[in-house]
């Protein structure tokens, strides 16, 4: 006997079912079908084809829409590298160690940047006034935070650390709050760079004895540099790296291009062109005598008060020759920087000799300086 739905077995054992798949089998008899109007056929027709060319649009706007995304993730994940293949934050670099530093680190709460706007400002880095501990003081700052330049900035300050000399910038100290926030400190020289103080001093002002004092000076500080060991190129010596004060004198600063050598020779091209050595410019090894080139060319702006090679005029545009005309005669020996024929003959006669183009013709920052204190009595 047949079991009604509502007998006791489906009411108390509700999963009766659960193991069992039923087919329903709907048999529409084809008379009906045959029997549905032409219009209604039609409709089911056309709602069909449209209800999958919506799917269809559906789903290729979402794959469009999620392409469009992860292309512009990419992108943006990329920035820096498209700037830059070897572009990385200093701040997440692993290879940057700011350790080697700490017998340096500043105490923050004492330090404070007490100008306006920079003192000094150049493709990689800003000088700032400031005051440690209730002196005064300048402090260097990078422009460029990419690991490879802070290591760079590491390098230079650890270099500073080891120098002791009275004729070059002495190191305070670092700081910093994070990595790309480091900061080189060292001491304040209230009269600038020699470049501007020459630009704005008249010649009649400042007269050889002084001048001649600062050239020594110079050289002394060259004769630190070439004798430490191991020995020291600066390798960007121009009057913007020579600093006075009217108390301390003359002193060597920025280090951030030299080297420290344990060869003879380096063949990596570094500095700014007017005070390049001809060995340099043409890519040949080199030694510490290009720094005696470039104190050659200093020479010269003494003389002058200008600019190496500012006096030089094509005459056929009568505007001054391009920076590739220059080094090309330069390192060809045709080009040198011109000196103020007024200029005392010791100052002719020693800034030529710096600046033979063979290295092996110019003095050695000792030699030099034994030059320079004969003329002692000369002014």
Known sequence: MARSATDDDTNTHPDAFANYV????????????????????????????????????????????????????????????????????????????????????????????????????????????????????????????????????????????????????KLVGASWRRLSDLECVVEYMDLGDLRSYLTKTPAEIYPWHEKLECLLSLALGLVYLHTFEPRIIHRDLKSRNVLLDSKKGTKLTDFGASREITDSTLTHGIGTYQWMAPEIINGDAYSESIDLYAFGVI???????????????????????????ILTNVASGKLTPTLDEASPEWVHTIASRCLSTNPIDRPTAMQLVQLLRQCLPLV
């Open 22 to 169: 039923v087919f329903v089998d709907l048999y529409v008899p084809w008379k009906q079908v045959c029997g549905l109007t032409v219009s209604l056929a039609v409709g089911v027709i056309v709602g069909s084809v449209l209800g999958g060319l919506v799917g269809l649009g559906l789903l290729f706007w979402c794959l469009f829409w999620r392409k469009r995304r992860s292309v512009k993730s990419k992108t943006n994940s990329n920035v820096a590298s498209t700037h830059d293949a070897s572009y990385q934050p200093v701040d997440d670099a692993d290879d940057v160690d700011l350790s080697t530093l700490r017998m340096v680190r500043l105490e923050l709460r004492e330090l404070s940047v007490s100008s306006a706007r920079p003192l000094a400002a150049g493709a990689y880095g800003e000088v700032w006034a400031g005051v440690y501990g209730g002196e005064a003081v300048a402090i260097k700052r990078l422009k460029d935070k990419s690991a490879p330049s802070t290591q760079h900035f590491i390098d230079e300050i650890l270099l500073l650390a080891k120098i002791d000399s009275p004729y070059i910038v």
């Open 299 to 325: 020479m010269t702006e003494m003389s002058t008060h200008r600019v190496p090679y500012a006096s030089l005029i094509n005459p056929n545009t009568g505007h001054a020759y391009s920076q590739q005309y």
